[in-house]
């Protein structure tokens, strides 16, 4: 299982949290039968104790977040990741064989290094996997990987995203800086981070067998869809 490290005090971690809270309030009176403290008093005083701490925190980063170009870099971000794997799908199938060249491709291109955690719901691992991968593709090898079926012009587009998303610096610090918080503040948000964390493991295992609502309770995903 494929996880990554996240920093508990960053701006993308609270703003998940918050995310899953308000699913976890919206769905207590079906949930609450699974603990016995988890009832409306309970979901709410939660909502309020975020909300709260993001507003004594994280209230400069959220105005970068809330400004108008914050849903063209979202766009951005998940139209890079998805031609992203579709190329690293594509280059596993038609090289297959060729174990050599997909290790060397992989690594070079950052795959290697970043694709995990991109996919995962890590904002910065994602603004370097696509600036490593515009500034490391080889003509030589993206021919040859084309001239295998891949459409070339996947890889115009992950590079038109590369280049767009270097304009929407200013919103990764804000999601992933570590805002500067005393040391009650630090313990305080650890333990949002914390009781979440709880929550999500208790609600994804109640469901199972209902992939929509195990997602707005799988934290990465939760994340990556801020």
Same mark, same amino acid.
């Given at each position: 299982?494929?996880?990554?490290?996240?920093?508990?005090?960053?701006?993308?971690?609270?703003?998940?949290?918050?995310?899953?809270? #308000? &699913? =976890?309030?919206? @769905?207590?009176? %079906?949930?609450?039968?699974?603990?016995?403290?988890?009832?409306?008093?309970?979901? !709410?005083?939660?909502?309020?104790?975020?909300?709260?701490?993001?507003?004594?925190?994280?209230?400069?980063?959220?105005?970068?977040?809330?400004?108008?170009?914050?849903?063209?870099?979202?766009?951005?971000?998940?139209?890079?990741?998805?031609?992203?794997?579709?190329?690293?799908?594509?280059?596993?199938?038609?090289?297959?064989?060729?174990?050599?060249?997909?290790?060397?491709?992989?690594?070079?291109?950052?795959?290697?290094?970043?694709?995990?955690?991109?996919?995962?719901?890590?904002?910065?691992?994602?603004?370097?996997?696509? #600036? &490593? =991968?515009?500034? @490391?593709?080889? %003509?030589?090898?993206?021919?040859?990987?084309?001239?295998?079926?891949?459409?070339? !012009?996947?890889?115009?587009?992950?590079?038109?995203?590369?280049?767009?998303?270097?304009?929407?610096?200013?919103?990764?610090?804000?999601?992933?800086?570590?805002?500067?918080?005393?040391?009650?503040?630090?313990?305080?948000?650890?333990?949002?981070?914390?009781?979440?964390?709880?929550?999500?493991?208790?609600?994804?295992?109640?469901?199972?067998?209902?992939?929509?609502?195990?997602?707005?309770?799988?934290?990465?995903?939760?994340?990556?869809?801020?």
């Amino acid at each position: 299982m494929e996880t990554i490290t996240i920093c508990p005090t960053s701006t993308a971690t609270i703003l998940a949290c918050q995310q899953i809270a #308000k &699913t =976890f309030k919206e @769905n207590i009176y %079906e949930l609450s039968i699974l603990r016995k403290e988890w009832d409306p008093e309970f979901a !709410t005083s939660l909502m309020v104790w975020i909300d709260d701490t993001i507003d004594k925190h994280y209230a400069e980063n959220l105005d970068v977040l809330e400004d108008e170009r914050y849903r063209e870099w979202h766009e951005i971000m998940v139209e890079g990741l998805q031609h992203l794997k579709v190329l690293r799908a594509s280059v596993k199938v038609d090289f297959k064989k060729d174990k050599a060249f997909l290790k060397e491709f992989f690594k070079t291109t950052g795959y290697s290094d970043y694709f995990s955690d991109a996919k995962n719901g890590d904002h910065i691992s994602l603004f370097k996997f696509l #600036k &490593t =991968f515009a500034a @490391n593709l080889n %003509e030589n090898v993206r021919q040859k990987i084309s001239e295998k079926g891949t459409p070339d !012009t996947l890889f115009d587009k992950i590079l038109v995203c590369a280049n767009r998303i270097s304009q929407f610096e200013d919103f990764f610090i804000a999601l992933e800086g570590d805002t500067e918080l005393d040391n009650y503040g630090k313990k305080e948000v650890a333990e949002i981070y914390e009781t979440i964390q709880d929550i999500c493991r208790i609600a994804i295992a109640y469901y199972q067998f209902d992939p929509k609502m195990r997602c707005k309770f799988n934290y990465y995903k939760v994340m990556v869809n801020l």
